[in-house]
């Protein structure tokens, strides 16, 4: 059986990351958006990635960023990752990958009836991976829904996905038999409040 990888984003907090990585996680996700609740500092997060042991991916969330802004942050957290849930273009990631800091590009969409692969397989050449996550007017990611796993089919992904949305766990062994997804990414449902980590939930 495939191993599921396991991604917590909205890490803001030392004491939470050293949680997740007892637990066994994969990876950690750092958000750089002013508008979220999660929203870190590249400082902070410098902080935490460098007490972090060796083979725990870092993964830089960034909402319609200009790239040299990404950049500089990808290069000074040393992040391996730069996931992207705004309107980035194909090129853009493109460029990010070619001529940016090290690091690979994971796109996410906000999954709803109307995306088809036609909106996604532009993307194919420059990413590692595809996020969907549940569509919000107002949010991008983090709001505790989850969303109809079975649109995925449609989309005839090419890439690895990983799935985001709600995920929790109650419902987490639901989403893997329906879905299995090459990694899941949880948040708000591992959280007390936004940005701050329930540990009992983690393990």
Not at 41 to 66: C, H, M, N, S, Y
Not at 94 to 121: H, N, W, Y
Not at 178 to 192: F, K, M, Q, T, W
Request: include cysteine.
């Amino acid at each position: 059986m495939t191993r599921i990888r396991i991604k917590m984003c909205g890490v803001t907090r030392i004491q939470d990351a050293q949680a997740a990585v007892a637990a066994g996680v994969d990876a950690l996700g750092f958000i750089f958006h002013r508008k979220s609740g999660r929203n870190i500092d590249p400082d902070r997060a410098r902080a935490i990635i460098e007490q972090l042991p060796p083979f725990i991916d870092t993964v830089g969330v960034f909402v319609d960023k200009k790239r040299s802004e990404v950049e500089e942050i990808i290069d000074y957290c040393r992040l391996a990752y730069a996931q992207l849930h705004g309107r980035e273009t194909p090129k853009y990631c493109e460029r990010l990958v070619r001529f940016g800091a090290p690091c690979q590009v994971i796109k996410a969409f906000q999954m709803t009836p109307e995306l088809s692969p036609e909106d996604i397989r532009p993307y194919d050449e420059h990413v590692r991976g595809y996020l969907l996550d549940t569509y919000h007017r107002q949010m991008v990611g983090g709001t505790g829904e989850t969303f109809d796993w079975n649109l995925i089919d449609k989309l005839k992904l090419k890439r690895p996905l990983l799935l985001a949305g709600g995920l929790k766990p109650d419902n987490i062994l639901a989403a893997l038999n329906a879905v299995h997804p090459y990694a899941v990414d949880v948040n708000s449902g591992l959280e007390i409040q936004p940005g701050i980590k329930d540990h009992s939930l983690i393990k």
